[in-house]
């Protein structure tokens, strides 16, 4: 069974989300990263790169597959984590710690009440 | 071990030397090499060795089953290999006046007519020179249609999300905009999101059909309307071709641009990367831009056509004719199969995908798209196995080469979980594929019993399991002398 934390909220293609007031931090789930396997690349945002809700932004690729990010909400991109570049495992081995992709300021929080909690995603995963 | 490091100083094979020197005196002295190239030294007998052991190592179609979903597999006839090496075509130089390559060209016009007939396609060009040029080539005249029409705001091409990644890359290459079209629950394109998204910025739709899923797109007639009446145009992937040819035709169904995988099925050899070639084919209103140079027929005589005899064209794709021994080949085996030999390709081809696809099923494992007819290919998701034992796809294909058998493509196409697709081909007898069921439902026993058995898998190959997570994050692929002091002795005294 994947870890699934109760503080974060959840979109359909798997990457969840902390949010602390319009700071949102992005990442992909254990689900997600258990899913596509050993990660062999990721490929981040650039600070600044404007971004709309669902917007494909960054991608992470494993021996299996290659996959876009989704942006889950508009804003702009404020950070992203460098450490990726050189160990694509982090999303692996801590996928809601040091595997975090980027952290963004979004115009729109709102919108990040649309995405599920803990619970709706457990569901979401099992039917899937 | 490579064959490097069986060299040993000063061992030469002397016995396929030239026997005639040959007079260098002419060549600029500041344009000779002043090294020795770095050369394995070794007898000719310790270098048959070596390149033979290497070629037992590998499964290929000439030894094995090789299901490979989506490639087409099929047996490369020794035929067409020795009809496309006769000595006239190999002696043929590159830049031969036309009145003394009469023969070449009439084979290669030959085959454009015969290729634009089966397609249904009003032209061809063979230029190309690998199946990514192909493709290109494909997008490129779409897009310069609409540019000589001054129709510039069509930027966006659309493609379904079970396509080869190759597409929305070639749309990307192009300088377009690319736009996922989902595809439902039995595998077609869904009308309702496509017609949502077809516009004036509607470049084109990419499609192959069959698709990837392994079934022939149904409501193919209703799609190229739609994308027809939104003045966009249809680029057809070539790839799955084989389940179809010679039954139906990409031309009938609305398709502007073709391309065609002269190695899946026509039969050229997949070489390791290479040497490749690319059929482009066009609608009546993409004529004006098809790729040079290609074979034109005056009379009795060819020649090339050449930009000025298409001055629209996107341009010259290769220096010559394009890659000479594949076309040759191509040629040779569409020549041998004739027009009703071409429709057993497909009928077979069917034939064995179905055949198989049934005796899975009724080996207990799951279909992606159960209920409907497989094409050429079909696919089986190891989802349930995945849950219950924890044996992956990875599991299975691995495990498969322990009983003779190449593995299926795996996890592609990407939207089904823990897939594989498999694609027998035409060429393979009923006793092997019902080895094949066999051995999966073997492994399927395996996997319920003793997962260890597939974890542990391959333990018959000369290479166990492969780490691929390394062999991704630690690419490293050219080879680099060991010593330093042995490239100073190598020095030219």
Known sequence: ?128 | MLIFEKSSAGRQAGGQAPVNQIETGDIPVSMLRQDKPTLPEVSELQAVRHYTQLSQKNFSIDTHLYPLGSCTMKYNPRACNSLAMLPGFLGRHPLSQNNVSQGYLSCLYELQEMLADVTGMRKISLAGMAGAQGEFAGMAMIRAYHQVRGDNNRTEVLVPDAAHGTNPATAIMCGMKVREISTNEEGDVDLEALRAMVGPQTAGLMLTNPSTLGVFERRIMEISKMVHAAGGLLYYDGANLNAILGKARPGDMGFDAIHLNLHKTFSTPHGGGGPGAAAVGVSERLVPYLPVPHAIQEGDRYRWADENDIPDTIGRLSAFGGNAGVLLRAYVYIRMLGREGMQRVAEFAALNANYLMKCMKDNGFDLAFDGRRATHEFIVTLKRQAKEYDATAMDYAKRLLDYGHHAPTMYFPLRVPECLLIEPTETEDKDTLDAFAEAMRLIDEEARTNVETLKMAPVSTPIRRVDDVKAARELDLVWKPVQVSQQVDNKVA
């Open chain 1, 1 to 128: 069974m994947s870890e699934i934390p109760a503080d974060l909220r959840y979109s359909k293609s798997h990457e969840w989300v902390r949010a602390e007031g319009d700071l949102v931090i992005v990442g992909i789930t254990d689900h997600a990263q258990a899913a596509l396997g050993d990660m062999v690349y990721v490929e981040t945002p650039e600070t600044g790169d404007r971004l709309k809700a669902e917007e494909a932004c960054a991608v992470v690729e494993s021996v299996k597959a290659a996959s876009d990010i989704y942006s889950p909400t508009s804003g702009e991109i404020v950070d992203s984590n460098s450490n990726l570049v050189d160990n694509p495992e982090l999303v692996n081995d801590d996928p809601y710690g040091d595997g975090w992709i980027f952290q963004m300021r979004t115009d729109n929080a709102s919108a990040l009440e649309e995405l599920m909690d803990a619970e709706a995603y457990e569901t979401f995963c099992e039917e899937e």
